[in-house]
């Protein structure tokens, strides 16, 4: 059974830092992992995304050069280090993954429904 598992989230103040974690179990293969989030009153977004065959790395304007996406294939892992957090950050973030390829220009579009699994996602507040 295919298990996304989210951890490494809470509350930061501004300009600080989380590791998020997602943990990938059960026998897929993927193809890609990524991270989508929702803040409240705010539609839900896209913002990092791994392929993980080749290690093409995708982010949203919003997050790039302050969010860095990672794998450790070994351990099954995918981890999103965040830095320079913002209120604006704010939300639940969700892990999603596929085994399918997934186009370059739809790993983080829309709501996410490109992706066949996700976990139940990890809350980050950023304080002001």
Do not use: H
């Amino acid at each position: 059974q295919v298990q996304l598992v989210e951890s490494g989230g809470g509350l930061v103040q501004a300009g600080g830092s989380l590791r998020l974690s997602c943990a990938a179990s059960g026998s897929a293969d993927y193809f890609a992992i990524g991270w989508f989030r929702q803040g409240p009153g705010k539609e839900r977004e896209g913002i990092s995304c791994i392929f993980l065959r080749d290690g093409r790395t995708y982010y949203a304007d919003s997050v790039k050069g302050r969010f860095t996406i990672s794998q450790d294939t070994a351990k099954n892992m995918v981890y999103l280090q965040m830095n320079n957090l913002t209120p604006e950050d704010t939300a639940v973030y969700y892990c999603v993954a596929d085994q399918s390829p997934i186009p370059p220009q739809y790993t983080l579009s829309g709501n996410g429904l490109q992706y066949n699994y996700w976990g139940r996602g990890t809350q980050v507040t950023v304080s002001s």
